[in-house]
C-alpha cells in the first residue's frame, strides 16, 4: 500500500523506509512511544506492565502486558523488523506464563509500572474503572489471554502459522507498522493485516459456530457411548455375537449374522434408532447378494409377520450390496432415556 503527501500543487509518493534506518529503536523508541499509545495497535485495551518477567527459572520478558475491556489478558509483542521472526512462537509461551494470573496479581504488577511511569496513581481503582467493575471479580478475570503480534511486516511462515493456531480457538492478531521517510518525520501506517477488519466479526460468528458444532458433537458422540452401553448387555443375552463387545462412538454396531458377508447392523440416530441385514459378500459379481436378497423376498410375507412390522427391501441393483432394514424404530441419543430402545 502506498502513502501519498498531499500539497497544494502535487501528491507525492512518500519512500518507505524501515525502522533501523529512520534511527528507532525496538524498546527504547517504539515500545515506549505504543505503551503510552496503545490504541495504535490494541483498541480498549489498558496496559499493566512492561517487560514483564517475574516468574521462576525464566529471563523472557513481555513487551507489554494489557487488559482489554472484557477483563482478558492481552500479550503485546514487538518487532522492527520486516519479517517478525518467531514472535508467534515467543508469544504463545508467554500467554501460557501468565495465563493463571489473578486479579489481585493484575493489581501488583499494575502498581508497579505505575510507580515507575505515573508516580502517586492507585492501580486498584484504576483498573476497576477500566473495566466498569464496582468490585474485583477473579471469576471473571482472565479467562482468556489474547495476543498481538506488531511488526513492520510478517512473513509468510509466520502468518500461515497464525491463521492455523486462530482456526484452533486461540485469539492473535497481525498488526503491521510500515514506516515511511517524510524528510525530518516519520510517517507510520498502521494496519490490522490478521484478521482483516472487513473480516473480523464473520470471524467471530465461525468461530462460534465451529465451538459450537465441536460441543455438540463431543455431545453426541458421549450420548451414544451411554446409549451402546445399555443396548449391548442386553443384546447379549439375545444373541452371544454382541458379547464382549465394547460400547463406541459410532452411530451404528455391526455383528456378523454367521456366514461371510452377511452382517446385522444396528444405528442410533438423534430420535429414532433403525437395525438392518446387511448382505455383502465380495465374490466378484454380486451374484450371491442378490440371490440371498431373493431368496428372502420370496419369504417376504413371513419374515415381516415374524418381525411384527412392515421392513424395508432394498436390492440395489447398481451396487453389490442388498439390504432389508426397519429405520423408524423410535428413540435416539436426544430421546429421554427411559424412552431408549431395549434389544
Not at 517504539?30 to 499509545?37: A, F, H, I, S, V
Not at 518477567?53 to 520486516?82: M, Q
Not at 448382505?279 to 440371498?292: E, L, P, T
Request: with cysteine; proline share 4%; charged share 30%.
Amino acid at each position: 500500500m502506498a502513502i501519498y503527501k498531499l500539497s497544494k500543487d502535487a501528491i507525492t509518493r512518500l519512500a518507505g523506509t524501515t525502522f533501523a534506518e529512520r534511527g528507532v529503536k525496538e524498546r527504547s523508541d517504539l515500545q515506549r512511544l505504543l505503551r503510552t499509545n496503545i490504541a495504535v495497535v490494541a483498541e480498549d485495551t489498558l496496559v499493566i506492565g512492561e517487560e514483564y518477567g517475574e516468574w521462576e527459572d525464566s529471563k523472557r520478558r513481555i513487551d507489554l502486558l494489557a487488559v482489554d475491556r472484557d477483563a482478558n489478558l492481552v500479550v503485546i509483542e514487538l518487532k522492527r523488523t520486516d519479517d517478525g521472526g518467531h514472535m508467534e512462537l515467543q508469544a504463545i509461551r508467554y500467554a501460557g506464563m501468565v495465563a493463571g494470573m489473578t486479579f489481585a496479581r493484575a493489581v501488583e504488577v499494575y502498581q508497579a509500572f505505575l510507580d515507575k511511569q505515573k508516580p502517586g496513581q492507585d492501580a486498584r481503582t484504576k483498573l476497576l474503572e477500566f473495566l466498569d467493575w464496582d468490585e474485583p471479580r477473579e471469576e471473571d478475570f482472565a479467562s482468556d489471554v489474547r495476543i498481538v503480534l506488531v511488526a513492520a511486516d510478517f512473513s509468510r511462515e509466520l502468518t500461515t502459522t497464525v491463521l492455523w493456531l486462530n482456526k484452533r480457538e486461540l485469539d492473535i492478531r497481525c498488526v503491521r507498522l510500515k514506516p515511511y521517510d517524510n524528510g525530518t518525520e516519520t510517517i507510520i501506517d498502521a494496519q490490522q493485516v490478521i484478521p482483516l477488519p472487513e473480516a473480523e466479526d464473520y470471524m467471530v460468528r465461525e468461530k462460534a459456530k465451529d465451538q459450537a458444532a465441536r460441543s455438540e458433537g463431543a455431545d453426541r458422540h458421549a450420548l451414544r457411548r451411554a446409549f451402546w452401553a445399555e443396548f449391548l448387555p442386553q443384546a447379549a443375552k439375545a444373541t452371544p455375537r454382541f458379547a464382549g463387545r465394547s460400547p463406541g462412538d459410532a452411530h451404528y454396531i455391526a455383528v456378523s449374522a454367521g456366514p461371510n458377508g452377511l452382517r446385522y447392523v444396528y444405528c442410533v440416530w438423534l430420535s429414532q434408532s433403525g437395525l438392518e441385514f446387511y448382505i455383502d459378500r465380495d465374490d466378484g459379481s454380486g451374484a450371491f447378494n442378490k440371490a440371498v436378497f431373493d431368496y428372502l423376498y420370496s419369504k417376504r410375507a413371513e419374515i415381516e409377520a415374524a418381525y411384527g412390522g412392515p421392513l424395508g427391501w432394498e436390492r440395489l441393483d447398481t451396487k453389490r450390496a442388498s439390504r432389508i432394514f426397519d429405520d423408524s424404530i423410535p428413540g435416539g441419543i436426544r430421546s429421554p432415556r427411559d424412552q431408549w430402545p431395549a434389544a
